[in-house]
C-alpha cells in the first residue's frame, strides 16, 4: 500500500488533533465500506444471466459486457454434495439461466459478490422467493433484514414446509450454515 503523508497530513489538520494511524484508519474503514454502500443504493439492472453456481448463486451479463457474480438475497439453497444441493442448482437454473432478468442490488457479501433480488420480467414472484416456495432454501434470516422482502419469502418458507416441498419432504433437512459443521 502507498502511503501519501501529505494527503493524510491535509486532511487530519482539516479535522483537528487526530493522529496521522487514526486518519489512516477512518480512510481504510471508508475504503472498505464504500462498495457495500454503492450495491445498497444501486438501482435496478437488467443482465443475462449466463451461469448458475449453486442455488443461491449465478452470473450474469450485463449489456455493457460485464460478468457480475450474485449472492440471492435472503435466501440459503443446499450446499454441493448436501441433499437437495444439486435439484436446488437445478430448479435456479431452470429458471434464469440463458433468461434476461431484472437485478435488485442489497448488499455486497464477505466474497466481494453482489447480493441482489433477482426477478424474472413478466413473473410475479422473484427467483429469491421462488427458490423458498419450491422447498429449494431456506430463509437466511441471519442476513434478511428487509421487512417486506424478507417477511414474503418467510411466508412461503411456511407454506414449503406445511406442503413438505423440496428439502422439507426429509425428515430432518440440515440447513446449509450447519452443514459445513459436521
Known amino acids: 500500500m502507498v502511503h501519501h503523508p501529505s494527503i493524510l497530513m491535509v486532511w487530519s489538520g482539516a479535522i483537528g488533533s487526530i493522529t496521522t494511524r487514526t486518519a489512516l484508519t477512518i480512510l481504510i474503514c471508508l475504503t472498505l465500506a464504500t462498495p457495500a454502500l454503492a450495491a445498497a443504493s444501486a438501482t435496478q439492472f437488467t443482465a443475462r444471466v449466463i451461469a448458475v453456481s449453486d442455488g443461491n448463486t449465478i452470473t450474469v451479463l450485463t449489456p455493457d459486457k460485464k460478468h457480475i457474480e450474485i449472492r440471492l438475497y435472503g435466501i440459503y439453497s443446499p450446499e454441493t454434495g448436501q441433499p ?69 419469502i418467510k ?6 414446509r406445511a406442503m413438505q416441498h423440496g428439502l422439507w419432504a426429509d425428515k430432518n433437512p440440515v440447513p446449509p450454515w450447519e452443514w459445513g459443521k459436521r
Do not use: H
Request: glycine share 6%.
Open 84 to 152: 437437495f444441493g444439486t435439484r436446488a442448482k437445478q430448479s435456479a437454473s431452470d429458471a434464469v439461466l440463458e433468461k434476461n432478468v431484472i437485478v435488485q442490488p442489497m448488499d455486497v457479501d464477505a466474497y466481494g459478490r453482489m447480493v441482489a433480488v433477482v426477478s424474472i420480467p413478466g413473473q410475479t414472484k422473484n427467483l429469491n422467493a421462488t427458490l423458498v416456495r419450491e422447498g429449494m432454501a431456506w430463509v437466511y434470516a441471519l442476513y434478511c433484514k428487509n421487512q417486506e422482502i424478507c417477511w414474503e
Open 155 to 160: 411466508n412461503m418458507e411456511q407454506v414449503a
